[in-house]
């Protein structure tokens, strides 16, 4: 009688497909178990009419990016200009932020930290600190930058 079931060479073992995180399928609706945003039909909303079903739990893919502080976009503010202002270039910063978070619920300011005689802020997406860029440029004059950099985005504003 043969127990022992026979290992198979290592080049015949059957080959596991696994798709990343961002490509699986997620069941809707769901609600993000940290910040309660709900997912249905593709789409993040904080708030959807009419969900009738049991709202399963998940993390979303904003809050997985906070929890693991990986942001892929960054504003860095420095200058004498700015830390004259930065009370009213904050409040501005989040201003904006606030308000599209309201609408992408999914770009978010991560985190603001302070590097040198300036600030840098981590985001969630490639587009809110270019948005925000462009807003205290137009709002302070002074001189903005932006950098690709493979997936990430680095935005920059400087004034004197
Ligand atoms: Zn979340």
Avoid at 3 to 13: A, E, I, M, Y
Avoid at 55 to 70: E, G, R, Y
Wanted: hydrophobic share 30%.
């Amino acid at each position: 009688m043969e127990n022992q079931k026979p290992s198979l060479p290592q080049d015949q073992h059957p080959r596991v497909w696994r798709l990343p995180t961002e490509a699986k399928k997620l069941r809707s609706p769901s609600r993000c178990k940290q910040c309660g945003v709900l997912y249905q039909d593709g789409r993040w909303s904080w708030h959807i009419h009419g969900i009738t079903e049991p709202v399963l739990s998940t993390l979303c893919p904003a809050c997985q990016l906070v929890n693991k502080h990986q942001a892929t976009g960054f504003l860095t503010l420095n200058g004498d200009y700015f830390l004259a202002h930065q009370n009213e270039i904050l409040s501005l910063i989040h201003h904006i932020a606030n308000y599209e978070c309201e609408q992408h619920p999914l770009n978010r300011l991560i985190a603001i930290d302070k590097r040198g005689n300036g600030i840098r802020i981590r985001f969630t997406d490639r587009h809110l600190p270019k948005q925000i860029g462009h807003a205290i440029e137009q709002a302070h004059a002074g001189e903005l930058r932006i950098n690709y950099d493979g997936t990430l985005c680095r935005v920059s504003w400087q004034r004197n």
